[in-house]
């Protein structure tokens, strides 16, 4: 189907974790929208690929998502192989999106840097003709890369969302996937993101880009082009037409 919004996630949880709230948001707005996930998150340290299965499957319904398709790549070697990029230039092709969530090269998985990588150029190359695969040529109007859960200065946002009306059910969706976050009654070994203070940073990193916008939560993205304005003064202040 036809999605206006497709988010592109290396592996079940990162959209969740990373621009959950904006995705909600378009959902709320009645937006189709919709995640490919690159991989099964099989290399995970925790949980089971079935038991991942059926998260993604309960985050899909918190996040309002008309589609959500799994490439099965190889968790811990994405980008490896050139039918990588094929797979996603289908994908896209496939949904037909006029927005693509990526996330940002600079992170701490591989897989993220990988991806970044590949979506920027797939969502070129989905445009060529000539480039064929099962679904006909589509190129998304706007590629707009998500920031990871990251300690680095740069990149620095072009933009950030108010996501204070969809903070819990971001939460909501993150906590989905159950076997990847903190439980007190799991024997599993421990991860960075099992961490109990895990998910109080996540808040506190929504709180620190909601505050930069005057605001209780707040998501950060990156766009590579320069944004366009026609009318600088209905941006500013979300009006419009002659007074």
Known sequence: MKLDVLAVSPHPDDVELHCGGLMIRFADLGYATGIVDMSLGEMGTRGTVEGRKGEAEEAAEVLGLSERLNLQLPDAR???????????????????????LVPHEIARHPDHGETARLARDAAFLAGLEKLETDHPAFRPRKVVFYLTHHRYREPRPSFIVDITSTFSRKIEAVKAHRSQFHDPDSTEPETFISR??????VEAQSRYYGQLI????????????????????????????NR
């Open 78 to 100: 994405i980008g490896t192989c050139p039918t990588h990029r094929d797979a996603l230039i289908d994908a896209i092709r496939r949904y037909r999106p006029d927005m693509l």
């Open 214 to 241: 005057g605001a209780r939560y707040g998501e950060p993205f990156v766009v590579r082009e320069y944004l366009s304005i026609d009318d600088p003064l209905a941006h500013f202040t979300g009006e419009g037409g």
């Open 196 to 201: 109990p203070e895990f998910l109080e940073e």
